[in-house]
């Protein structure tokens, strides 16, 4: 079948502003958009700048605005989307070029959470031990791959880009609620704060935006009931 | 631009960030440089588990970890690597949990474990539950808990930076000279950047990319390994490649043998377990080579499925929905995604898919990079995981035996990195050691005309894919090797089409393309001067084991006229050769 594909694109050495492009391309309808992206570029415009690694959604590389959701390039199949299709990066990070936005606020976000295992007491010789129902306490926000596709549909961080976001409460999350972690209280004293948790709206865009399946929203609200449960 | 460091790690998967830790913790000024971010690195593909004899679930010892990696490797591995290996496997597991990795947990809280194909109890009496897991991301998980730990250690990451050369003092890495420093691109602005250090880490994983169906990342180009032979280092054993039994059929993408340590069984066209005919006890926990090798046979024997008859299938239906929603999520959703089809209710289409590469930079047990068949070390220059050869998987590697591989050596290379430092005078840089690179850069984007880098690539995968695959031939190799030169040729006239300074990825995919060349021309030399059949190494024309001409690991040097070959001896300490059987 033949693809109506668009592409926002935007060459800072050559552009003052994006804009649209359109290509035709041949495929079949298990494609993902990032086989179309790569047959673009190998057989119509090598200055075609996206990034990839894995493609098959677990490295997280190639999250884009696709048919105007947040989605993995590598994830989303052509069936999935019909034959018009649109591609634009990821909404409220600075665009680099083409597809290819500056994740380093991103990860800034990400970092300042402290994402790391904290523990008061000296490590045992063998593994600490952790029950099954502690260890799936916390399952869900393990699976994150931080590709920034939650937090870049988020109206709230889109409004106040100083919102630490979903992806970094997911990781804030995945240690808040592992019992062998000690450093929860720090880590809701980060969130407490005004571009913290209360800055969810519970849009659940982040959710649909999700290409691990992460349930955020419920996320989210996990971690502003143990901060107001600190608090009081 | 010049940037100095004590040591630098190239590469930030599972090896590299381990190794930046242990710096870290000495106090060694470190520099992580990597093509992506950290968190994009191919050991997050990994899925089944990570080996280690922790006797969890019932009685295991590292000995017989030990032996299970010698035998599955066809007694190609160094024994006393293979020691360390299993028995190192045991600390650096616990020590990932201390560091917060979420493993699965047995009901008594203990790390949980499973079976994994060639994974046996008491030297191959049946199999043992060794595999520690987080689900079906283990390396997911990995790759988290290092980075995790490293933003926590403070260690300094040089993101979206390609290493595109590698410096050396008082000669060429192969000649005597010490290793100095990298030149890497910044990817974000098309800037060289020169980074003098006493010690350089080369952990940039594999070269899967040469294979037209792959598990492998795109980024998988063999970059370290590339560097590394382009300095007169030779690169050992590369005609050991593993292809991995279950890819899912026409993409290659990887469906975890821990379906099969689950229960999951391979079905041909006509629903039968044809495994019986090629392991009888072992069956689909023989290991990834003789499975790959069966598939072949039973595709070639006209009994595979599908219109063309050229896949099987891999069947989890009888383990039930709670076994796999629990156990194997993600390659579940996987198959669904990719394939349209549903595990809990259908058999899933499966073919080999090129995996791991069991060859690499030769180094020692301190994983020092070595340079010739006496083990003379290349001072300051370590390499480990994927990239390295020390040889701890010989001529096939064991399920989970590569995550093993890369934190017991990664941590052992930052720990010998940070004691090299501490005695290491720093390096002297000679002004323009940007220029050649530079020169290559241009020459690639302002050449007034030539052929497509990408199309180059594409037949080079299709080349190696159809000629140096899970079977071969002398006639396959000699068109391999002829090939591989017309492309290397081919590759001087290429220009890429993107001539601006952001963000090229253009550019870089065609310097990538000159190091998947370098791999698959060491690939296809080592493999037709091997003529016997041993591991992943199978041979129509020789299709026995010759431990008399080729216990001995290959050395393959880079060349003017192609590569030129030496051996080395394999080291034997506890096991001596025998017949593989499963």
């Given at each position: 079948?033949?693809?109506d594909l668009?592409i926002?694109?935007?060459?800072?050495?050559?552009?003052?502003?994006?804009?649209?492009?359109?290509?035709?391309?041949?495929?079949?309808?298990?494609d993902?958009?990032l086989?179309?992206?790569?047959?673009?570029?190998?057989?119509?415009?090598?200055?075609l700048?996206?990034?990839?690694?894995?493609?098959?959604?677990?490295c997280?590389?190639?999250?884009?605005?696709?048919n105007?959701?947040?989605?993995?390039?590598?994830?989303?199949?052509v069936?999935?989307?019909?034959?018009?299709?649109?591609?634009?990066?990821?909404?409220?990070?600075?665009?680099?070029?083409?597809?290819v936005v500056?994740?380093?606020?991103?990860?800034?976000?990400?970092?300042?959470?402290?994402?790391?295992?904290?523990?008061?007491?000296?490590a045992p010789?063998r593994?600490?031990?952790?029950?099954?129902?502690?260890?799936a306490?916390y399952d869900?926000?393990?699976?994150?791959?931080l590709?920034?596709?939650?937090?870049?549909?988020c109206?709230?961080?889109?409004?106040?880009?100083?919102y630490?976001?979903?992806?970094?409460?997911?990781?804030?999350h995945r240690?808040?609620?592992?019992?062998?972690?000690?450093?929860?209280?720090?880590?809701?004293e980060?969130?407490?704060?005004?571009?913290?948790?209360?800055?969810?709206?519970?849009?659940?865009?982040?959710?649909?935006a999700?290409?691990?399946?992460?349930n955020?929203?419920?996320?989210?609200?996990?971690?502003s009931?143990?901060?107001v449960e600190?608090?009081? | 631009?010049?940037?100095?460091?004590?040591?630098?790690?190239?590469g930030?998967?599972?090896?590299?960030?381990w190794?930046?830790?242990?710096?870290?913790?000495?106090?060694?000024?470190?520099?992580?440089?990597?093509?992506?971010?950290?968190?994009?690195?191919?050991?997050?593909?990994?899925q089944?588990?990570?080996?280690?004899?922790?006797?969890n679930?019932?009685?295991?010892?590292?000995?017989w970890?030990?032996?299970?990696?010698?035998?599955?490797?066809?007694?190609?591995?160094?024994?006393?690597?293979?020691?360390?290996?299993?028995?190192?496997?045991?600390?650096t597991?616990?020590?990932?949990?201390?560091?917060?990795l979420?493993?699965?947990?047995?009901?008594?809280?203990?790390i949980?474990?499973?079976?994994?194909?060639?994974?046996?109890r008491?030297?191959?009496e049946?199999?043992?539950?060794?595999?520690?897991?987080?689900?079906?991301?283990?390396?997911?998980?990995?790759?988290?808990?290092?980075?995790?730990?490293?933003i926590?250690a403070?260690?300094?990451?040089?993101?979206?930076y390609?290493?595109?050369?590698?410096?050396?003092?008082?000669?060429?890495?192969g000649?005597?000279?010490?290793?100095?420093?990298?030149?890497?691109?910044?990817?974000?602005?098309?800037?060289?950047?020169?980074f003098g250090?006493?010690?350089?880490l080369?952990?940039t994983?594999?070269n899967?990319?040469?294979?037209s169906i792959?598990?492998?990342?795109?980024?998988l180009?063999?970059?370290?390994?590339?560097?590394a032979?382009?300095?007169g280092?030779?690169l050992e054993?590369?005609?050991?490649?593993?292809?991995?039994?279950?890819?899912i059929?026409?993409?290659?993408?990887?469906?975890?043998?821990?379906?099969?340590?689950?229960?999951g069984?391979?079905?041909?066209?006509?629903?039968?377990?044809?495994?019986?005919?090629?392991?009888?006890?072992a069956?689909?926990?023989?290991?990834?080579?003789?499975?790959?090798?069966?598939?072949?046979?039973e595709?070639?024997?006209?009994?595979?499925?599908?219109?063309?008859?050229?896949?099987?299938?891999?069947?989890?239906?009888?383990?039930?929905?709670?076994?796999?929603?629990?156990k194997?999520?993600?390659?579940?959703?996987?198959a669904r995604?990719?394939?349209?089809?549903?595990?809990?209710?259908?058999?899933?289409?499966?073919?080999?898919?090129?995996?791991?590469?069991?060859?690499?930079?030769?180094?020692?047990?301190?994983?020092?990079?070595?340079?010739?068949?006496?083990?003379?070390?290349?001072e300051?220059?370590?390499?480990?995981?994927?990239?390295?050869?020390?040889?701890?998987?010989?001529?096939?590697?064991?399920g989970?035996?590569?995550?093993?591989?890369?934190?017991?050596?990664g941590?052992?290379?930052g720990?010998?990195?940070?004691?090299?430092?501490?005695?290491?005078?720093?390096?002297?840089?000679?002004?323009?050691?940007e220029?050649?690179?530079?020169?290559?850069?241009?020459?690639?984007r302002?050449?007034?005309?030539?052929?497509?880098?990408?199309?180059?690539?594409?037949?080079?995968?299709?080349?190696?894919?159809?000629?140096?695959g899970?079977?071969?031939?002398?006639?396959?190799?000699?068109?391999?090797?002829?090939?591989?030169?017309?492309?290397?040729?081919?590759?001087?006239?290429?220009?890429v089409?993107?001539?601006?300074?952001?963000?090229?990825?253009?550019?870089?995919?065609?310097?990538?393309?000159?190091?998947?060349?370098?791999?698959?021309?060491?690939?296809a030399?080592s493999?037709?001067?091997?003529?016997?059949s041993?591991?992943?190494?199978?041979?129509?024309?020789y299709?026995?084991?010759?431990?008399?001409?080729?216990?001995?690991?290959t050395?393959?040097?880079?060349?003017?006229?192609?590569?030129?070959?030496?051996?080395?001896?394999v080291?034997?300490?506890?096991f001596?050769?025998?017949?593989?059987?499963?």
């Amino acid at each position: 079948m033949q693809v109506d594909l668009r592409i926002l694109r935007f060459d800072p050495e050559r552009d003052t502003a994006p804009h649209w492009e359109s290509y035709r391309v041949e495929a079949e309808p298990m494609d993902r958009v990032l086989n179309l992206l790569t047959t673009v570029k190998a057989e119509q415009d090598g200055t075609l700048t996206f990034r990839r690694s894995c493609a098959h959604g677990i490295c997280g590389s190639d999250a884009m605005l696709i048919n105007g959701r947040n989605r993995l390039a590598c994830k989303i199949r052509v069936d999935q989307l019909g034959k018009k299709i649109t591609v634009a990066p990821l909404t409220g990070l600075r665009v680099v070029k083409d597809l290819v936005v500056d994740m380093d606020t991103f990860f800034s976000k990400y970092r300042s959470v402290m994402p790391f295992l904290m523990t008061d007491s000296p490590a045992p010789e063998r593994e600490r031990r952790q029950s099954q129902a502690d260890r799936a306490r916390y399952d869900d926000t393990t699976k994150c791959i931080l590709c920034a596709a939650c937090t870049t549909a988020c109206p709230s961080f889109w409004a106040q880009p100083s919102y630490v976001g979903p992806a970094a409460i997911v990781n804030a999350h995945r240690f808040i609620f592992d019992s062998r972690d000690d450093a929860g209280d720090e880590r809701l004293e980060i969130l407490a704060d005004k571009d913290g948790v209360w800055r969810c709206r519970t849009i659940f865009n982040c959710v649909d935006a999700c290409p691990r399946g992460i349930n955020i929203t419920r996320a989210i609200l996990e971690v502003s009931r143990a901060v107001v449960e600190r608090s009081v | 631009m010049r940037i100095d460091h004590e040591a630098l790690v190239i590469g930030a998967g599972g090896a590299g960030l381990w190794a930046a830790l242990e710096l870290a913790r000495a106090g060694v000024s470190t520099g992580v440089l990597t093509k992506l971010y950290p968190t994009r690195s191919h050991t997050g593909a990994a899925q089944g588990g990570v080996c280690a004899a922790l006797g969890n679930q019932e009685e295991d010892h590292w000995e017989w970890h030990m032996f299970d990696t010698v035998k599955g490797g066809d007694y190609l591995v160094d024994q006393d690597a293979a020691e360390v290996l299993a028995h190192e496997a045991i600390e650096t597991v616990i020590e990932l949990e201390h560091m917060g990795l979420p493993f699965n947990r047995t009901p008594d809280g203990k790390i949980d474990q499973r079976r994994f194909g060639g994974h046996t109890r008491n030297f191959g009496e049946g199999p043992v539950k060794r595999a520690c897991f987080a689900a079906d991301r283990t390396g997911h998980m990995i790759l988290q808990t290092l980075y995790q730990n490293c933003i926590k250690a403070g260690v300094q990451f040089y993101d979206e930076y390609h290493v595109v050369d590698l410096l050396f003092e008082g000669g060429e890495g192969g000649d005597g000279g010490r290793a100095a420093g990298v030149v890497a691109y910044r990817i974000a602005d098309g800037e060289l950047h020169t980074f003098g250090a006493k010690a350089v880490l080369l952990a940039t994983g594999g070269n899967g990319r040469m294979f037209s169906i792959t598990s492998n990342a795109y980024s998988l180009t063999g970059d370290g390994m590339s560097l590394a032979y382009r300095h007169g280092i030779p690169l050992e054993d590369m005609e050991f490649y593993q292809f991995h039994p279950t890819g899912i059929y026409g993409i290659g993408i990887l469906l975890s043998e821990a379906a099969r340590g689950e229960g999951g069984t391979l079905l041909n066209a006509d629903g039968e377990r044809f495994m019986s005919r090629y392991a009888p006890k072992a069956m689909e926990l023989a290991p990834r080579d003789m499975i790959s090798r069966a598939i072949y046979l039973e595709i070639r024997d006209g009994r595979g499925a599908g219109p063309k008859k050229d896949y099987v299938y891999l069947d989890v239906r009888h383990l039930g929905r709670a076994v796999i929603e629990e156990k194997l999520p993600d390659i579940t959703e996987f198959a669904r995604v990719y394939l349209g089809v549903e595990p809990l209710t259908e058999p899933v289409p499966v073919q080999p898919t090129a995996h791991y590469a069991m060859g690499g930079i030769p180094t020692d047990l301190r994983t020092r990079v070595v340079r010739d068949e006496a083990n003379t070390v290349v001072e300051g220059l370590f390499a480990a995981g994927e990239a390295a050869c020390v040889s701890v998987h010989g001529a096939n590697r064991l399920g989970t035996n590569s995550l093993v591989d890369l934190l017991v050596f990664g941590r052992r290379a930052g720990r010998e990195m940070a004691a090299y430092c501490r005695a290491a005078e720093a390096p002297s840089i000679a002004a323009d050691v940007e220029e050649p690179v530079r020169s290559e850069l241009d020459a690639l984007r302002t050449r007034p005309e030539g052929e497509s880098p990408s199309a180059l690539k594409a037949e080079l995968a299709t080349l190696m894919m159809d000629n140096v695959g899970v079977f071969r031939t002398a006639r396959m190799m000699a068109t391999a090797v002829a090939g591989v030169a017309a492309i290397k040729d081919r590759y001087t006239r290429v220009r890429v089409r993107d001539t601006g300074r952001i963000f090229n990825t253009d550019l870089l995919e065609a310097r990538e393309l000159g190091y998947l060349i370098d791999g698959a021309e060491a690939m296809a030399s080592s493999a037709i001067a091997r003529t016997e059949s041993r591991g992943a190494h199978s041979r129509d024309d020789y299709p026995e084991r010759d431990d008399v001409n080729f216990l001995a690991h290959t050395l393959a040097y880079r060349g003017e006229a192609g590569p030129s070959l030496r051996y080395k001896p394999v080291t034997i300490t506890r096991f001596e050769p025998k017949p593989r059987t499963y």
